[in-house]
């Protein structure tokens, strides 16, 4: 008697024990948080790598107007910064990337290059007055000469002879002086001079 007893009670406790494993599964699979998501594409407004090698025209061009974002889409405000430069001077790619469009656009020379590992959209920069030299599709370095100014009178941005500079990711305009290191901003890298032939101070 004394056996069956006790074959009845430890045939309840293990039931009892496997239901509540069975209930409470459930809820241990809700808290397991799965594999990691992978990063979505950077944010428009993120910030922008300064991975630009060199000015798009000469070695330290006048800026003649800044970049001033408009308030809304289609509000005013001046979106990329116009850079001094001589009728006819190469235009070169600031950093590494493919071309997206080399042509005309309202009767102005226009190129525009989507820069290498920038993410999906990828940045991209535009030059214009230019008159191309390259082709869409073209895979271009830093440094490349992408086409020459084509000066005042390919729609006169400036008055003047210039390059207006753009920096987008997507339809978001970007200052395109963002992208550019600040040795590059402030003049170019420090250089030591020879002291042949300087007097030692007194």
């Known amino acids: 008697m004394r056996v069956l007893r006790c074959v009845r009670t430890c045939t309840r406790s293990v039931s009892t024990l496997f239901l509540a494993v069975v209930l409470m599964a459930p809820a241990a699979w ?6 990691p998501s992978s ?3 950077p944010a428009p407004d993120g910030p922008v790598p300064a991975m630009g090698r060199l ?4 070695r330290r061009p006048a800026v003649l107007r800044g970049w001033s974002p408009p308030a809304t889409p289609y509000g005013p405000g001046h979106r990329g ?9 190469a235009v070169r790619a600031v950093a590494p990337g493919r071309v997206l469009f080399a042509g005309r656009v ?3 020379g226009v190129v525009s290059v989507a820069l290498t590992g920038t993410g ?9 007055p230019v ?15 992408l086409g020459t100014v084509e000066g005042a009178r390919a729609g006169a941005h400036c008055g003047t002879a210039c390059v207006h500079w753009g920096l987008l990711r997507g339809r978001t305009y970007l200052n395109p002086l963002a992208l550019l290191p600040p040795w590059l901003l402030n003049g170019g890298p420090s250089r030591l001079l020879s002291v042949a032939g300087v007097p030692l101070p007194t």
């Open 30 to 35: 809700a808290r397991d948080p799965g594999p």
């Open 39 to 41: 990063p979505g594409p």
């Open 55 to 58: 000015w798009p025209v000469g």
């Open 81 to 89: 910064v116009d850079l001094g430069a001589a009728d006819g001077a």
């Open 106 to 108: 309202a009767g102005r």
């Open 120 to 128: 999906d959209p990828p940045l991209r920069t535009t030059y214009e």
């Open 131 to 145: 008159s191309p030299s390259v082709r869409e599709g073209d895979v271009v370095g830093a440094g490349a000469v």
